[in-house]
């Protein structure tokens, strides 16, 4: 799935459509967890999770917190060139968190 990003050039007001051109995920070459997450970041349910954050729900809080943590050890490990293996296993406990929350 493609993301939409659109950004203002403030000195001309400009609306760029897509920062990235028309590039899409090939839906085919991902490794499942990263579909997951995929699915999970657009579904109603992750949107309506953020807003109960939002609202001070702390169930919401608590798993939002839960999301980010692991997102940020999986940020580490890639950011570090870690062992492809810790990478995996890093995705695989992020996507586990969150596929209960999908059909």
């Known amino acids: 799935m493609g993301r939409r990003i659109t950004i ?3 000195e001309n007001d400009n609306t760029f459509d897509n920062l990235f051109g028309d ?4 839906d085919d070459s991902l ?5 997951v997450l995929d699915r999970f970041i657009d579904s109603d349910v992750y949107k309506a999770i ?3 954050a939002e609202c001070g729900d702390m169930d919401s809080l608590a798993l ?3 999301f980010s943590e692991h997102l940020r050890s999986l940020v580490f490990h890639l950011e570090n060139d870690s062992d492809k ?3 995996d296993y ?3 406990m992020l996507c586990q968190l969150v596929k209960g929350y999908l059909d």
Not at 23 to 26: C, E, F, P, R, V
């Open 50 to 52: 953020c807003l109960d």
């Open 31 to 35: 490794p499942e967890e990263i579909a």
């Open 85 to 87: 293996t810790r990478v």
């Open 8 to 10: 203002m050039d403030e």
């Open 64 to 66: 939002m917190e839960n």
């Open 23 to 26: 590039w899409k995920d090939n």
């Open 90 to 92: 890093e995705l695989k």
